[in-house]
């Protein structure tokens, strides 16, 4: 009852010429569903626009995902359920909300305002400051009096407040507006300056005020009362808007369900049943829940079935490599080392003979262990897999050849010896560590692939022809 309330006031009518266009496991999907995501993913700037023909087969396999991971129950873990709550109800709050419930709010914060501001009105005042230190002495205090008093008789014979105030005022938020502040009430700002502006009538001006900040010269610029609620009302909603007092407002209206029902609902049922209610109106919303519902999903299998499977299988890939070593070579040699620089010759050798019965990817710990331990930097490496133009000292000593105009770093002036240390590979890597990116990926592509191919095998899906060629077409 409370929610069919709630929603309306929704427009969206739900579809009833709505036909299946394929079955997958079992579920039925509507044409609806496969249309949303395919102009979705097919809009106006997307690069690689499908056809609806070879859509199809992309929107199976995920469709074959999602119920790998249902039927692994990954839509069981706590960590799914709390993210997947979080983004619908983002998306379902709003629609709690009507335009009535904001001008409520909007009503009840104008109240407030007028209240809280009471007879006393709204004051538009500016001030010229100098800033004394909350801990600051007598003296740097007296200092800083004899400088406002100055400026208070410079006033007094007929000086500019707005120019004074741009050239000496400390508050340079202000100083550049002249000094002028914004509108103020009571109580929203220190009580010795709003003592001192609320005596002021339009056109006034103080004598110095001492506050916790320093010494102050007011000037009243004007003076109001605060206006009629339907004057400030479209302000007010923009602040509401702007400020995310609808997601308050929407939270409010659930805790108020809650309570009404008597404790047979909790939070977390008021939020599936809205966003029931409102995926019947509103397919676009309904299709937007489900996305995110099954894209993270989606994510957690992939995750677990080829990204994070292929990047921790350090023997597949090394056996990947060796069967498809051929697809890494190189048509120019690369180095496999570091360029290093030291202060002296000494180091040049040291440096060789800590790292030599290393494997490579040891290298790095094992330096800086031995030579930069703390703060005194003994001395700089760049360690990794260098083609020609890559970095100066690599191009000078290894491939004999005039640095490029991007090759890197400059000469350092407090390590002035350059040296290498590694080898040349003529015609491709070693092993898979040394493109691991490349092969990670190739790797990945390849159980991707193996996986949709078992997909395919362990489910049943179909696709209604004559209906995927109504794709929108219909009416």
Known sequence: ????????????????????????????????????????????????????????????????KVAAALDARLDTLTSFKQEFAMYRDQQVRPAMVTDADVLNEAREIYDRTKEAIGTKGLILPAHILIRVSSNASQQEEDKARIRIDSVYQALLGGADFAELAKKVSDDRGS?????????????????????????????????????????????????????PFDSLRNTIIRGIE????????????????????????????????????????????????????????????????????????????????????????????????????????????????????????????????????????????????????????????VFKVTPGPKAKPAKLADYPIDAVYGKKLKKGPEDYTDVRGQVTEDYQNMLEKAWVYDLRRRYKYSVNQEILKTVNKHQ
């Open 175 to 227: 100083a550049s507006n002249g000094g002028e502040l914004s509108w103020i009430g009571p109580n929203q700002t220190l009580k010795e300056f709003e003592d001192a502006a609320y005596a002021l009538q339009k056109g006034e001006m103080s004598k110095p005020v001492l506050s916790p900040v320093g010494f102050h010269i007011i000037q009243m610029k004007d003076r109001k009362q605060l206006e």
């Open 242 to 397: 702007q400020r995310g007092i609808r997601n308050q407002i929407a939270e409010q209206k659930v805790k108020q369900i809650v309570e009404q029902s008597g404790g047979a609902m909790t939070p977390e049922m008021v939020m599936n049943t809205a966003a029931d209610s409102l995926s019947e109106v509103d397919p676009e919303m309904k299709y937007l829940i489900q996305e995110y519902h099954d894209g993270l999903l989606l994510y957690e299998v992939s995750n677990r079935e080829v990204w994070e499977k292929a990047a921790k299988d350090e023997a597949g890939l090394a056996a990947y490599f060796k069967d498809h070593k051929k697809d890494y070579a190189w048509s120019e040699p690369r180095y496999k080392g570091m360029a290093y620089h030291v202060k002296t010759k000494a180091d040049v050798k040291a440096v060789k003979n800590c790292v030599k019965k290393l494997p490579f990817d040891q290298w790095a710990e094992a330096l800086r262990q031995t030579f930069n331990p703390d703060s005194v930097i003994r001395i700089r490496v760049e360690k990794g897999l260098f083609k020609a133009g890559d970095n100066r000292v690599v191009d000078s000593l």
């Open 1 to 64: 009852m409370f929610l069919t309330l709630l929603f309306s006031s929704v427009a969206a009518v739900a579809q009833k010429n709505d036909p299946v266009i394929m079955t997958v496991n079992g579920v039925d999907v509507p044409r609806s569903e496969f249309e949303y995501s395919y102009n979705k993913n097919n809009a106006d700037g997307v690069i690689d626009k499908k056809t609806v023909e070879e859509y199809v087969d992309l929107f199976i396999n995920y469709k074959l």
